[in-house]
C-alpha cells in the first residue's frame, strides 16, 4: 500500500489536473483530454480519498460535477438537482450495479436501456402545457437560463397536445447537432477564417450559449428527452411515462428496450457499440435505469448519482495500422501541419487513411518511425488522432520522422517563433498555397463577401497568372474569365458584380481580408474603431499598437512586420487605388467620441431603445469598451428591465454605478 506522504502528494496532483480539465471542458468549451481517460483519473482520485479519509476536501474535484454556468445567463436554481451517473467500462461494472441493486432489494427488477445521447444536457419545465423555461446543468444546483435559444429548436414543444398533462413538471433530456449538421457548421467557419469545432458536443453546447437566438435557431440542434419528473405523473414506470409524454409531443427515442435480465442489458450494449455510427446524432454509452419508480425510491441516490441507474461508456474504437509517411500541409498565414498517411483501415464506421499529427512536438513525443505500427482512435472527434506506437512491431532499422527544416511548397527554410507550436513557411509572398489560401480568405464571406469564387477557380486563376496576389482581383475583365474551364456567361458576371460590390465592404472587414497573421475578425475591429485608417495603423508603433485594448506583443509584432514588406504595401496602395474602404465611413468617424473612454462597462436586461449589440457598438464609438462579466474592475453598469438578482449583488457588493438606457443615450449624446 502506498504511505501517506506519496499518497497526498498523488492526491494533490489529481486535483490540481482534473480541476483544469474540468475548466477546459466545462468552461472555455475546449476538452484537453477524452472522457474515459477522464473517467479514470477520476476513479484514481476517489479510491485514494477513500483509502486516506484523513485528506478529505470539500473542494476536491470528485465532489462536484463540474459547471457550465455562463455569466451573461440568468442563473436559476433548480427544482430537483440534476444529478450525474456513475460510470461502467465493462461486462463485470455492469454486473457489480446489478449485485449492489439485489442487496437493496428482493424483488425482480425490469431495466429500460437508453441509448446515452452525446450532448449539452437540458431541464425543461411545462406549466398548463407551456414551456416557461429551459436550464442547462450548470453545477447540478443551479444552471444558466437558456429558454431564449431553446425555444428555437424544433424538436422542444413549445405547447403540448391532449389534455392529460399535469399542470406542472420537468423533463429532462440531451440537446444535440447531428453529424450532418456539424460537417456542414465547421465546413462553413473554416471558409470564414473561424476555428472549427472539435466535436457535434461542443458544438451543440458552444451553439446553446449564443447570445444571438436567431443564430441558434440556424444551427439546426435537436432535443431528445429521457427523464419525466414531478409530482403528478401518468404512470408508476419510466418508460411508460416516456410513452404518454411522447403523446404530448415531445420527441422520445425509438430505440430505448425493456429488459428483463442483465444478460439482455449486455446484448443491447453490444448491439448499439456496433451499430452507433448509423445513427445521425452522437451517442457515447448506453444508460441502464430501473423501470419501476417504486423500486427507484426504494433505492434512491448517493450524494452523486441514483442508485438505480448507471451509465456504460463505449470505448472510443481504436485500430492499428501502418504509417506509411508523413505528409506537411501548409496554410494560408504559411503555417505548417504535418498528417500521417496510413494503410486504408475502418474505424468507427468510416474508412481512414489519414490522420493530423498537429505539429513538430507530438511527432516528437509519438517518437514515430517510418513503416511504424500505430493506434488509431476516432474519440468524439471527426478528425482521428494516433494516440500510440507499438514498439515490439518496430523494425531495427526503422528511420526516425524527422520534421522538415523546408517548406515543402517553395523550399524556402521554415521557422518557429518563440512560443508557438507550429512551424511557418516565411516566404508569403511566394508560396503558392500561401497566395492562393490568402486570396480564398480575402473572398470569404466574413471578409470582403465575394461570390462564385471557388477554390478551383482561384487555382485555375493563379495557374494562368491572371491572379497572382489579392489586388489581382481588380485587374479581372470578363475576357480573361470566360475561356476559364466550366465558366459561363452568368457566373463570370455575377463574380466582376460581386467584386465591384466589395468595393463598398467597410474598412474593418477589409482590414480583417488583408490576412495578417493574428489579426482576426475582433482585433481588426478594434484597430478599425481605434485608430480609424490604415494609414494611421501603419504610423503605429509597437508600444502604441500594445497600449490598445486586447493586443499584445504577438499582434504588435505581426502587424509591425506586415507592413515592413515592401510587397504588401504595394498590395495595399493598389487595393487603396481600386477604391476599397480603407478608413471608417464619414458617419462612424463623425459619431466617434472619447466619453467613455477607460471606461468598462456591463450591460445586463432587456432594453427598449437599442438592440444589446447597438449598445455595445455605441460603447465602442464612444471609446468605451464593453466587458461580460462584473468585477472590481467594472466602471458602469448598464441596465435594462429583469437584470438577475445575482448580478446586482455584484453590482452592489463591488459598488458599481448603474445606468438606465435613457441615462446611457443622454450621456453620449451630451458628448456630441
Ligand atoms: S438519465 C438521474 N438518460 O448523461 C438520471 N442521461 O452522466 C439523469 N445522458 O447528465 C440522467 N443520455 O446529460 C439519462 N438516456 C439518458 C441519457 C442521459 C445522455 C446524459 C445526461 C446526463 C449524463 C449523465
Known sequence: MMNKTDALQRISELREQLHKYNHDYYILSQPTIDDFEFDMLMKDLIALENKFPEYADDNSPSQRVGSDINLEFKQVAHQYPMLSLGNTYSEEDVRDFETRILKLTEEKIQYVCELKYDGTSISLRYKNGKLVQALTRGDGVQGDDVTTNVRTIE????????????????????????????????????????????????????????????????????????????????????????????????????????????????????????????????????????????????????????????????????????????????????????????????????????????????????????????????????????VGVDIDQRDVNAEKIEFIENCPECGTKLVRLEGEANHYCPNSLLCPPQITGRIEHFIARKAMNIDGLGEETIDLLYKQNLVNNISDLYRLKKEDLMPLDRMGDKSADRILGSIKESLNVPFEKVLFALGIRHVGQTVAKKLAKTLGSIQAIKAASFEELVNIDEIGDKIAKSIILFFEDEAQNQIVNDLIEFGLQFELNREELANQTNKLEGLSIVISGSFSLHSRDELKALIEQNGGKNTSSISKKTDLFLAGEKVGPSKLEKVEKFGIKTISEEEFVEMIQAAN
Open 155 to 386: 424538436t422542444v414543444p413549445l405547447s403540448l397536445q391532449g389534455d392529460d398533462y399535469p399542470d406542472e413538471f420537468e423533463i429532462r433530456g440531451e440537446i444535440m447537432m447531428p453529424f450532418q449538421v456539424f460537417q456542414q457548421l465547421n465546413m462553413e467557419r473554416e471558409e470564414d477564417g473561424d476555428s472549427p469545432f472539435a466535436n457535434p458536443r461542443n458544438a451543440a453546447s458552444g451553439s446553446l450559449k449564443m447570445q444571438n437566438s436567431s443564430v441558434v435557431r440556424r444551427r439546426k440542434l435537436v432535443c431528445y428527452l429521457y427523464y419525466l419528473l414531478g409530482k403528478e405523473l401518468p404512470t408508476r414506470q419510466h418508460l411508460q411515462n416516456l410513452e404518454v409524454a411522447k403523446s404530448w409531443g415531445f420527441n422520445i427515442s425509438d430505440d430505448s428496450k425493456i429488459c428483463n435480465s442483465i444478460d439482455e442489458v449486455l446484448d443491447f450494449i453490444k448491439y448499439w457499440d456496433k451499430q452507433r455510427d448509423e445513427l445521425p446524432v452522437p451517442i457515447d454509452g448506453i444508460v441502464i435505469k430501473v423501470n419501476s419508480i417504486d423500486q427507484q425510491e426504494e433505492l434512491g441516490y448517493t450524494a452523486k448519482s441514483p442508485r438505480w441507474a448507471i451509465s456504460y461508456k463505449f470505448k472510443a474504437e481504436r485500430v492499428a495500422t501502418r504509417l506509411n509517411s508523413v505528409a506537411y500541409q501548409v496554410g494560408r498565414t504559411g503555417s505548417i501541419t504535418p498528417v500521417a498517411n496510413l494503410d486504408a483501415v475502418q474505424l468507427a464506421g468510416t474508412v481512414v487513411k489519414r490522420a493530423s499529427l498537429h505539429n513538430a512536438d507530438i511527432i516528437a513525443n509519438l517518437d514515430l518511425h517510418l513503416n511504424d505500427s500505430v493506434f488509431v482512435e476516432k474519440g468524439g472527434e471527426i478528425i482521428p488522432k494516433i
